[in-house]
T-cell receptor, first 113, second 110 residues
Framework: SAVISQKPSRDICQRGTSLTIQCQVD?????MFWYRQQPGQSLTLIATANQGSEATYESGFVIDKFPISRPNLTFSTLTVSNMSPEDSSIYLC??????????FGQGTRLTVV | QKEVEQNSGPLSVPEGAIASLNCTYS??????FFWYRQYSGKSPELIMF????GDKEDGRFTAQLNKASQYVSLLIRDSQPSDSATYLC??????????FGQGTELSVKP
């Protein structure tokens, strides 16, 4: 299985600021995915990070709020912009393996105060 | 809107019993189905995947898929306290994009 390193593992941020989360994979992958898990909730897909093109966002998520970079096939970042307490969540990156099963990084636990 | 529904929890079983977790999905074209286990404060961990109708066994875990009924389940035999976690059912939407159910919290009592 792929080794996925995500950082920071947790952070406490002031409202109105931005946080950039990094995801590093130990092998080249075509697609990387970013999920959000709000407190007590399941995972919701934010967007697909495609190398060499714009990220594809799911309904309810916009680029201005969650800009994503994908500079190469092993790395992606997700920025949570202009944060409010409602953004307090766990953010996870994932990569698919050959049979589409998704493997997750350890997640970033974000608290906005 | 494609949906994945899991039986509401929490589910409590005694140690050594069989825990049965259920999941239904709305998209009849779905092909790949996954069960993840998530311990509190941790990221989801893949425990089973299944693509074909029928049963798939891996140790104490058995996944069952019935595409006609759009139903997938996970059985945990000889449940252990260490199995206490939230179990997430996920369905592949498109090439690695997963739709998750709301999760079922399982508690195994010693």
């Amino acid at each position: 299985s792929a080794v996925i390193s995500q950082k920071p593992s947790r952070d406490i941020c002031q409202r109105g600021t931005s946080l950039t989360i990094q995801c590093q994979v130990d092998s080249q992958v075509t697609m990387m995915f970013w999920y959000r898990q709000q407190p007590g909730q399941s995972l919701t897909l934010i967007a697909t990070a495609n190398q060499g093109s714009e990220a594809t966002y799911e309904s309810g998520f916009v680029i201005d709020k969650f800009p994503i970079s994908r500079p190469n096939l092993t790395f992606s970042t997700l920025t949570v912009s202009n944060m409010s307490p409602e953004d307090s969540s766990i953010y996870l990156c994932s990569v698919p393996r050959e049979n589409t099963e998704a493997f997750f990084g350890q997640g970033t636990r974000l608290t906005v105060v | 809107q494609k949906e994945v529904e899991q039986n509401s929890g929490p589910l409590s079983v005694p140690e050594g019993a069989i825990a049965s977790l259920n999941c239904t999905y709305s998209d009849r074209g779905s092909q790949s189905f996954f069960w993840y286990r998530q311990y509190s404060g941790k990221s989801p961990e893949l425990i089973m995947f299944i693509y074909s109708n029928g049963d798939k066994e891996d140790g104490r875990f058995t996944a069952q898929l019935n595409k006609a009924s759009q139903y997938v389940s996970l059985l945990i035999r000889d449940s252990q306290p260490s199995d206490s976690a939230t179990y997430l059912c996920a369905v592949d939407n498109q090439g690695g994009k997963l739709i998750f159910g709301q999760g079922t919290e399982l508690s195994v009592k010693p």
